[in-house]
């Protein structure tokens, strides 16, 4: 079964509404909190294809996913959602981890050393986050993908366009 937790305290979009307190004996109380599931978060484990490099991500099972078209996300048909870096773990490989830049120099492409798999990287839209690829899950957390183009050929104008994907990794 999928793994409801809560996350960091300094997350804003997580929003819990207690509906009510059980009185469980003379000294304990419990608390039914109702969670709205487009808040609520799970916690994700994924990685790259040869195992060397894995992470835990927090956030929605129902997942929005970029399909960006610069000139680098089209030759590796990158997909990816974006998290703050406080709900991303690196739970192992990272001296598995190569990285490229280009440009501007402020994405990340990291990928493995060993198998080549890019299965997060740092994206230029939003630098204090991560860019997760939804295909380097494991399965079992994700109840939904919705996939949204973004036109990174104009990246500058797609950026003015689209006001709301620079707040995505936001706390």
């Not at 509906?19 to 994700?44: C, D, G, N, T």
């Not at 994700?142 to 104009?154: A, H, I, L, Q």
Request: charged share 15%; net charge positive.
């Amino acid at each position: 079964p999928t793994e409801l937790v809560q996350p960091p305290r300094n997350v804003k979009a997580y929003h819990p509404r207690i509906v009510q307190y059980e009185h469980m004996s003379s000294s304990s109380w419990f608390v039914v909190l109702f969670v709205p599931r487009r808040m609520a978060l799970v916690k994700h484990t994924g990685g790259c294809h040869c195992g060397a490099v894995r992470f835990e991500v927090l956030s929605s099972p129902d997942l929005h996913v970029f399909q960006c078209n610069c000139s680098i996300c089209t030759k590796k048909q990158n997909h990816h959602f974006i998290v703050p870096k406080n709900l991303f773990t690196l739970l192992k490989g990272s001296d598995n981890l190569t990285t490229y830049t280009f440009n501007t120099h402020v994405a990340k492409h990291t990928f493995c050393q060993t198998c080549g798999v890019q299965s997060f990287y740092t994206p230029r839209s939003n630098p204090d986050g991560y860019g997760v690829a939804p295909h380097c899950l494991d399965p079992g957390t994700v109840c939904s993908v919705t996939v949204e183009p973004f036109g990174g050929e104009k990246w500058e104008e797609s950026m003015q366009a689209h006001t709301s994907i620079r707040g995505m990794s936001k706390h």
